[in-house]
């Protein structure tokens, strides 16, 4: 027998295998055959993103609960902030002019009613970190808050670090691509964030109510945002590795803090000035002025004859003294 056959047989003989250890499932043609119940269920979920079973946490000081859906209650009771609830049922009452959604929630067996789901989600956040993270950072006067006060702050606090020739990164920076990479990235991914609740409202309401921080289980525009977000920690503790290899003392410490205070500035500001549409030429002006100041202000192209330290120009070398020319 020929090598060519025993080949063939070979290949014939995993193929067989693998046909036959493909598992088509079990065929049940009345899989789909849901309750009028569950059918609803499924379509309040797609609609609203949560259902049944679903916990929230009360953020309001306190919120009114009845006995009884729409104008049937009699008696109210009140759950306070920081407890949590469980939807317990769903109700549509057609009846309401104000919301026809009706949801009844429990704290425990004894503390349950029921409450109209627009004063609902008034006062209550997806009982996960990463929903309540994003409401911290979602709610519109405290960005505008953060907005004047860390501008007005960082401006202050690089002027005088610029008097005393300190350095900053875009203005006097070390030379290390780091943390002029991390200001990108944070500008970037708030422009990305503004512009997905622009733009994808829904899917960003879904992620509200489902977070997760693997990126390939979302949508590309979800999932770009949260690499992001991974890919900024990474710099970050990039940049502080670098800073600290090239500077120390009081000299890391007040970089680091301009690092902070310019990224926070790209962040109130771009992802303010993106929901006006003024965000995407400030981006693209910013990376051209960040890339700008790197490449012919920090980024060193000489090396010193004697002692090999690294220069960003010619002339007499910081750490020896020799003159370079």
Known sequence: MCMRQIKFYILTLCALLLTACYNHG???????????????????????????????????????????????????LYVMKGERLVVADIMTVSTDSIDSVWVKVARDQMTQGWIRESEMLEGVSPDDPISQFIDLFSDTHLLVFLAFLVIVVVAYGLYRLNRHAAYIVHFKDIDSF????????????????????????????????HPSL???????????????????????????????????GIEAILYLGGLAGVCAVDYVVFSVSTLYYIGYLLLIAYFIYALYRYTHFARCRFTCGKCGALLSEKGRCPHCGTVNT
């Open 214 to 248: 693997n990126p390939f289980a979302l949508p590309w525009h979800l999932g770009l945002f949260i690499a992001s977000v991974w890919a900024i920690i990474i710099v970050a503790v990039a940049s502080l590795d670098d800073v600290l290899r090239h500077l120390t």
């Open 26 to 76: 079990p065929q049940t043609p009345d899989a789909w055959d849901l309750t009028e119940k569950q059918i609803d269920s499924i379509s309040f979920f797609t609609t609203h993103h949560y259902t049944q079973n679903y916990n929230f946490v009360v953020n309001a000081a306190s919120m009114p609960l009845s006995d009884q859906p729409g104008e049937m209650a009699f008696d109210t």
């Open 178 to 209: 780091y943390p002029t990479l991390l200001c990108l990235l944070v500008a970037s991914s708030a422009t990305l964030y503004a512009s997905i609740q622009m733009f994808g409202a829904e899917s960003w309401r879904h992620f509200y109510y």
